[in-house]
């Protein structure tokens, strides 16, 4: 049974830092995985933050500079630390998975990801 399970998530002050961690087990072993963030707001839909790729990573424009993931994706857990962060990244963060891909493959649409953890909420106040 395949699991991603997020942790980190929390309550901070406009400025603050947060670091998200996500542990994936279960996976198919037929492949190594790109592991990436996910955030959603009530009303929107999943919107892509971060990912790592082996040794690419790609940002939304939003949280470049802010915003660094890190992880291994030979044992599937991966990072995120979230710095000076603003009310506008208050959402619940979803942490995914999936094989390693390739420069076709459309990382930012949530519907492209395989697997899913049930998510960590982030608020941050003004």
């Known amino acids: 049974q395949v699991q991603l399970v997020e942790s980190g998530g929390g309550l901070v002050q406009a400025g603050g830092s947060l670091r998200l961690s996500c542990a994936a087990s279960?996976?198919?072993?037929?492949?190594?995985?790109?592991l990436g963030w996910f955030r959603q707001t009530p009303g929107k839909e999943r919107e892509f933050v971060a990912v790592q790729n082996w040794n690419d990573r790609y940002y939304v424009d939003s949280v470049k500079g802010r915003f660094t993931i890190s992880g291994d994706n030979v044992k599937s857990s991966v990072f995120l630390q979230m710095n000076s962060l603003q009310p506008e990244d208050t959402a619940i963060y979803y942490c995914?998975?999936?094989?390693?891909?390739?420069?076709?493959?459309?990382?930012?649409?949530?519907?492209?990801?395989?697997?899913w953890g049930q998510g960590t909420r982030v608020t941050v106040s003004s």
């Open positions: 279960g996976l198919p072993s037929d492949y190594y995985y790109a």
């Open positions: 995914a998975a999936t094989p390693l891909f390739t420069s076709s493959f459309n990382y930012r649409r949530a519907t492209s990801w395989d697997y």
